[in-house]
């Protein structure tokens, strides 16, 4: 099966690419197959869903009607509601993410270029990165109040742990070889950064990014059903306490749009920052 | 063993436990723990000289002292066996799950493709959305909190396995074809031995997130007897002993269960050293 798989599949796709006019070449058209295979499992579950609502088999208290639901949305679309908790949400992550990022940006290049360093202040990060900061959110709510700076403190910290994690595992895994090259051909300390650690390390340091950010949002989530008076994680609440479950839904539903474009938007980045990386370095 | 016992046995060095205690502390790196005992120092430091109010900060005899009290005459063993009894339910349950959707998930393409996909976005949507869901289905007691420490564990467990089991290599598969095995021989030769690696980092993500789900369940949920419990108790009452207390604990299990992991994929999985 795959033996014939893979000698058939250059001669499908060799014509595709001379005409490229066609609408739907069997690369699209496999690609268009696989979205559609993909939706039909959602699809078949809101049909089932909808079909149970309106047949009353499903109460109204476990989930409402998918066009209750819809409906729900339309008005918080159209009074600028949702909006406004989807930016306050989206304004804690960024300016959350953005301090957590630097830190641990900065923090992991010490922990991976300096070994003296690494041997002070790493294990002591390590043993707070252990305890997750969900236990520490009492605590800190103690110290900073329950404020925006509180969001930002505990999204940060959370974002920046990954992060810290990844660049100096990236820097500190830069392959003897390539090291011994740059030591070869006589390069300064800037040009060895530059042209040796920098591209090296860079794998490592995007995927601490991307886990950093879907930390980020994963933990403003949580800091938000914790004490906040807006955003999508105080919707939900809100809609918990009114028993309004289609606004807990409608906001569940933003969350995780919001968490995919952004996986997708930082997947996106990686590939652009890394061109020479291919997808034949996955298989082993 | 027995190849060992061929060897003869060599003249054993007489035991001198001081001078091994000596070469183990030369070769300890000091370095980490000269800053934890500086963080210990300041803490006292900054209790001692009131740089910070003793209301925001207890000093570390407090909290061995608050340790001993709930020992002796608290119920802080009980509150952390109750957290434990309905983290390894939910583990249980929600890896259990996992398993079974992420098996079929990596043996079936026809399952792969169609429900796949919306086991890849369910994912994307951050775990804690769930709790206002979840509470309102199974109510925020027991139930409530297992079945989000469940959902938690599902989520990387089923993810890993499918991949481990559905990602075989190319070589193995066109070697399996070769050979003529049958499904089953393929599934079990192949595929499982391939995946175990996977299906482990998953178990290792699912204790990780369920012992958060653990923690977040009894902080957002109904006040249980429970180690979150007296987190919640600590931070409304202002007592900061127990509020340290209950952290180091939480620390103390987190660490715990990583150790374990980290143990025991390092010893069923000595045969894939690459």
Redo the contacts between chains.
């Keep these: 099966?795959?033996?014939s798989q893979?000698l058939t599949a250059p001669a499908r796709s060799a014509p595709a690419r001379g005409g490229g006019a066609v609408l739907l070449s069997p690369d699209r058209l496999a690609f268009l197959k696989?979205v559609l295979?993909?939706?039909?499992?959602?699809a078949g579950?809101l049909a089932l869903w909808w079909v149970s609502s309106a047949a009353g088999w499903l109460p109204e208290?476990?989930l409402p009607a998918p066009p209750v639901i819809w409906q729900s949305f339309a008005e918080l679309l159209a009074d600028g509601s949702l909006w406004a908790h989807t930016w306050a949400s989206l304004q804690r992550v960024a300016i959350g993410f953005a301090f957590g990022a630097l830190f641990g940006l900065v923090f992991g290049a010490a922990a991976g270029l300096s070994a003296?360093f690494r041997?002070?202040?790493?294990?002591?990060v390590q043993?707070v990165a252990?305890?997750?900061v969900?236990?520490?959110?009492?605590?800190l709510?103690?110290?900073v109040g329950i404020d925006e700076a509180l969001k930002y403190v505990i999204i940060a910290w959370s974002t920046s742990i990954p992060i810290i994690l990844g660049t100096a595992r990236g820097i500190e895994n830069v392959s003897p070889a390539l090291k011994e090259l740059g030591a070869a051909l006589n390069f300064n300390t800037r040009d060895n950064l530059r042209l040796i650690v920098l591209p090296a390390a860079l794998p490592s340091v995007f995927t601490g990014l991307r886990e950093g950010l879907a930390n980020a949002?994963?933990t403003?989530?949580?800091v938000e059903?914790?004490a906040s008076f807006e955003g999508l994680?105080y919707l939900?609440?809100w809609?918990?306490q009114l028993?309004q479950?289609e606004l807990?839904?409608v906001?569940?539903i933003v969350?995780?749009v919001i968490?995919?474009v952004l996986?997708l938007v930082l997947l996106w980045i990686e590939n652009l920052g890394q061109p020479w990386k291919t997808e034949a370095g996955n298989?082993? | 063993m027995s190849v060992d016992s061929i060897i003869p046995p060599r003249a054993v060095p007489a035991p001198r436990p001081f001078a091994a205690l000596g070469r183990w502390l030369r070769g300890l790196?000091w370095?980490?723990v000269?800053?934890?005992a500086a963080?210990i120092a300041i803490w006292f430091a900054a209790h001692e000289f009131n740089w910070v109010r003793a209301k925001?900060l207890p000093s570390p005899v407090d909290v061995v002292n608050r340790f001993w009290f709930e020992i002796n005459s608290g119920t802080i063993l009980y509150d952390l066996a109750e957290t434990l009894r309905r983290n390894i339910i939910g583990l249980a349950i929600g890896s259990g799950i996992g398993l079974a959707l992420g098996a079929v998930l990596g043996t079936s393409r026809w399952v792969a493709?169609?429900?796949?996909?919306?086991v890849l976005?369910?994912r994307?949507?951050?775990?804690?959305?769930?709790?206002?869901?979840l509470?309102?289905?199974f109510g925020g007691a027991d139930v409530g909190k297992i079945a989000f420490i469940a959902v938690a564990a599902f989520q990387p467990v089923v993810v890993n396995t499918w991949r481990g089991l559905a990602l075989v290599?190319?070589t193995y598969?066109?070697l399996a074809?070769a050979l003529s095995f049958t499904r089953w021989d393929y599934v079990w030769l192949v595929a499982v031995p391939n995946a175990l690696p996977a299906i482990f980092t998953g178990l290792h993500g699912a204790l990780i997130y369920a012992?958060?789900a653990t923690?977040?369940s009894e902080?957002?949920l109904n006040i249980a007897p429970g180690l979150g419990g007296r987190?919640?108790e600590?931070?409304q009452l202002?007592e900061?002993d127990l509020?340290?207390l209950?952290?180091?604990l939480?620390?103390l299990v987190?660490?715990f269960y990583?150790t374990l992991a980290e143990r025991t994929e390092a010893a069923l999985l000595r045969w894939n050293k690459r």
């Design positions: 099966m795959t033996i893979t696989t295979w993909g939706l039909s499992f959602p579950l208290q476990i003296t041997a002070y202040f790493y294990p002591p043993a252990r305890v997750n969900l236990a520490w959110m009492p605590l709510a103690l110290f949002w994963q403003l989530v949580l059903l914790f994680g939900m609440v809609g918990r028993f479950l807990v839904i906001s569940m969350i995780g968490g995919l996986n298989e082993r | 790196d370095r980490p000269a800053s934890f963080i925001f493709r169609i429900v796949g996909p919306t976005a369910q994307q949507t951050a775990l804690f959305a769930w709790v206002p869901l509470s309102v289905w290599p190319k598969r066109e074809e012992w958060l923690v977040g902080l957002f987190l919640s600590g931070s202002f900061i509020l340290f209950a952290i180091i939480f620390g987190g660490l990583n």
